[in-house]
């Protein structure tokens, strides 16, 4: 098992920043890689980031390319997601989770076991 707890989401004016945080704790954290998704209202969740256990590959949704930035801290338990550049579209709840990283399936959030409660962000034009 894997628990996972996200932080930093908020209220911002568009374009601006916010750093979204999520602590793991349970089995080794450094065995999953790790994705961030987001769910705004009626829509389904979607994919927005994945960081490998190592951090030697990461991937973005087309979406947030150039304006977001994922990273990981092993040492600590911790997966990242810097916002930029924010658009009142980016307007969700952003959840964290763990998937094993040989899995390639990364887009889809049924490949993911383990997730956050999530935290919402709120961009307003």
């Known amino acids: 098992q894997v628990q996972l707890v996200e932080s930093g989401g908020g209220w911002v ?4 920043s916010l750093s979204l945080a999520c602590i793991a704790s349970g089995r080794a954290f450094s065995d999953y890689a790790m994705g961030w998704f987001r769910q705004a209202p009626g829509k389904e969740r979607e994919f ?3 960081i490998s256990r190592s951090s030697g590959l990461i991937l ?9 930035t994922i990273s990981r801290d092993n040492a600590k338990n ?5 916002m930029n550049s924010l658009k009142p579209e980016d307007t969700a ?6 998937t ?18 999530g935290t ?4 307003s034009s």
């Open 13 to 16: 004016q568009a374009g601006g």
């Open 48 to 50: 927005v980031s994945r």
């Open 93 to 98: 709840v952003y959840y964290c989770a763990a």
């Open 78 to 82: 911790m997966v990242y997601l810097q």
């Open 60 to 68: 973005y949704d087309d979406s947030v390319k150039g304006r977001f």
């Open 100 to 117: 094993p990283d040989y899995r390639t399936t990364y887009r889809r959030p049924d490949a993911y076991d383990y997730w956050g409660q």
């Open 120 to 123: 919402q962000v709120t961009v």
